[in-house]
């Protein structure tokens, strides 16, 4: 039988009822299912998690560093999209 | 950008305690330093299983042998959290096994003494945990983004491990004559290779200023080892065991400990293939991977079968 590598899974663990799905490695299996069970055994040996995610890692799409500056800049001079943009006179004590 | 440009906005990058993540340009040196530092360090995880496996049929309690699997199998999930972060880089784990496989690639030498009696693992526990903690606490903060968060995993479930071997070897050291000898036998066999684990002294380990200035090294060997003395030598002293050392002593001017020049012939000769164990590793672990061929595609035989039912189901 020819050589195969398994592919590799990105694992994500949801630690708690009401936190999302966060990124905690990777791993090689034969298939999702063998994914789940071998995450199980690497990544939530302590409990550190209550739901795991694996994905292809071949299925996930990056943005690129080179499109940084396109992606993010934008945002730079926007700055009266945050609260603390906006003076209050003192006599308004919750807003 | 042109390469220049590039490696001037590396460097700041670096410098400026920024991580590197996989798809950021890197210099190739850089990389190929990186592949080959947490390559050792993945092949040290797994090597590392080896002369603790060997007692794990043979704990004297049911409570020692369930610890010890614990440590054992935490081991192996530290090797698995450190070849992938090397697979980032752009190598496939085969490769890297492969090297392994065929005495290109090395690991820490400490691994290639054998454990021959129970204290054995307390010792290894207490020590050779011990430094490793000492040598990868440090890297939680190195340059590269998937080394260090993996580095963060590890030494989380790292300090179990210390504990769990001194608290076997006090259970010794306060036990029977006879066990307190054993306990001392084996302080004496791993004390000296486990002062080697810090790698030459910093005179004959002529790459540590380029790592040190990319950041995957921060601190150097003898920095780390004085400091893995110094916080050795009063838990010795709680164990009521001697470190074989005759030239140790606190120097109250340094505030350190001075200590005996270490036999760096051994080291090397280790490092060269030459130490007690270093054929049985290699067989060992060359064996485990070609028995594990059958069950590897055998695996891929059902995931291929389970996906080509679930083909016809959606089509039927
Ligand atoms: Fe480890
Ligand atoms: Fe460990």
Redesign the pocket.
Known sequence: MSKKNWPLFEVFIRSRQGLSHKHVGSLHAADARMAIENARDVYTRRMEGESIWVVPAEAITASSPDEKDALYTPADDKVYRHPTFYDLPDEVKHM | MEEQNMMQRFDDYVADNKKIEPKDWMPDAYRKTLIRQISQHAH??IV?MLPEGNWITRAPSLKRKAILLAKVQ??AG?GLYLYSAAETLGVERDELLEELHDGRAKYSSIFNYPTINWADIGAIGWLV?GA?IMN?VPLCKCSYGPYARAMVR?CK??SF?QRQGFQIMLNMAKGTPEQKQMAQDALNRWWWPSLMMFGPTDANSPHSAQSMKWKIKLFSNDELRQRFIDMTVPQAEVLGLTIPDPDLKWNEERGHYDFGEINWDEFYNVIKGNGPCNKQRIETRRKAYDNGAWVREAAVAHAEKRAARRNETAAA
């Open positions: 040290s995880e590392g935490d081991e530290h945990d490793a990868q590890v479930e790292e491990h």
